[in-house]
Every structure is written in structure tokens, then in C-alpha cells.
């Protein structure tokens, strides 16, 4: 009992800070909806100060180390209830439980997998490849996510990724409400209201982003 009530604990306070993590980088990324030039030059400058930043340095192991977690204890807790022919997600109160609420390890393991691409094409090219500099001496980012996004197939990917993501916030976001004890008749209402609109701006943000790109450069 100890054990789950841990590891459920640690799910909740890893996907918290992943949350938080999304809606700075969101709010980072709108600077890509800027006029081309300005968010050229802008983008780039903002990604030349996060990582010659020490403390978003520091942040980012721990966001590395998060998102690790996050994804073994839910392997973990996926398997546990496998075993024990229960479900993470059911609602003992007997009400009936959504879909995403059923299916937390398939959305979390396509957003999983949509993670590793992303590092890929943009975290491992901008640290390790060799990416041309823009006329003020940054790491041109901003065109190795023009030209990525200039890609049908990889925006087709990156919308269904948000759509996973989304429903996977909505009720991680419902379940560390619990988790955490307010899980109040006075407040949960409003609980809920805020977490479905954080998750839906989230994710229809990021959604926009690459769809946005693609049709302003074609």
C-alpha cells in the first residue's frame, strides 16, 4: 500500500513539473507566430539564452530525470494493475471512467515516442549537429524548424502527439488533484474546468505551431 501510494506520489509531482516545463516552453515557442524576420532573429536569441543559462541548465537534468521517471513508475503502475486485473484509471466510486482515463499507458507511450523524434530532430541537432549561425552569431534553430516543419508527414505526427498529449494532461492533471488530496466537493469543479482549459490551450497551441509553419513556407 506504502509502495503504491509512492509511486503514485511520484507520478503526480514528476507530471506536475512536466506541466509546468510545457507551459514555459509554450510560451517560448510563441514566438514563432511573430513576423518571419522577427522571429528569426528572436527565436534564435531566446534558444542562444537558454543554454548558456546555469540555472535552465540545471533545470533541464532535472526535467531529463522527470521524464524518465514519469515514464518507468507509469510502465510500473501499468504492469501492476495488469497483474492485479485492476485499472489505474478506474474511478472507485463507481462511476464510469473516460476512455483516455482507460488508456493513460497507450496515450503516454505515443507521447513517449513522440519524444524521442523531437529530441531528436531538434535538442540532439541543435547541441551536437552543425547548424548554420543566423547575422547575429545564434545557432540558426529557427530554420532547422522551418525546414522540419516544412515536412506534411512530420506535422501529421506532431498533431496526433498533441492530441495524445491533451487527453493525457486532462486526467493526469485530474488524478494529482486526488493524488494530492483536494479532491473537494467545493473546489473540484473549478479544479477540473481549469485543468480541461490548461490541457486544451497546451495542446492546441503546440498543434498550431507546426500547422503554421507549414502553410506559411509552402
Not at 51 to 71: E, F, M, P, Q, R
Not at 150 to 178: F, N, Q, T
Request: proline share 2%; with cysteine.
Amino acid at each position: 500500500m506504502q509502495s503504491t501510494l509512492l509511486s503514485k506520489m511520484l507520478m503526480c509531482l514528476t507530471g506536475l513539473f512536466l506541466s509546468f516545463f510545457l507551459l514555459i516552453h509554450f510560451l517560448g515557442n510563441l514566438q514563432l507566430f511573430l513576423p518571419k524576420e522577427q522571429a528569426h532573429l528572436q527565436f534564435n536569441a531566446y534558444s542562444h539564452f537558454l543554454s548558456g543559462n546555469i540555472v535552465i541548465k540545471t533545470i533541464s537534468y532535472i526535467l531529463y530525470a522527470s521524464i524518465i521517471l514519469h515514464a518507468l513508475d507509469g510502465l510500473l503502475i501499468t504492469l501492476k494493475n495488469k497483474r492485479s486485473a485492476a485499472n489505474y484509471q478506474t474511478d472507485r466510486r463507481g462511476r464510469a471512467s473516460k476512455w483516455y482515463s482507460r488508456n493513460m499507458g497507450v496515450l503516454g507511450t505515443l507521447i513517449l515516442i513522440f519524444l524521442v523524434i523531437h529530441f531528436q530532430n531538434f535538442w540532439y541537432v541543435y547541441k551536437f549537429g552543425n547548424l548554420p549561425l543566423d547575422k547575429n552569431g545564434n545557432k540558426d534553430l529557427y530554420i532547422l524548424v522551418v525546414n522540419v516543419f516544412k515536412e506534411w508527414w512530420y506535422v501529421l505526427i506532431y498533431i496526433i502527439s498533441m492530441i495524445a498529449l491533451g487527453y493525457h494532461l486532462i486526467h493526469g492533471i485530474y488524478s494529482a488533484i486526488r493524488t494530492l488530496g483536494l479532491y473537494h466537493p467545493k473546489f473540484i469543479r473549478w479544479f477540473k474546468i481549469v485543468g480541461i482549459a490548461y490541457s486544451v490551450i497546451i495542446s492546441l497551441g503546440f498543434t498550431l505551431m507546426p500547422i503554421y509553419l507549414f502553410f506559411t513556407y509552402h
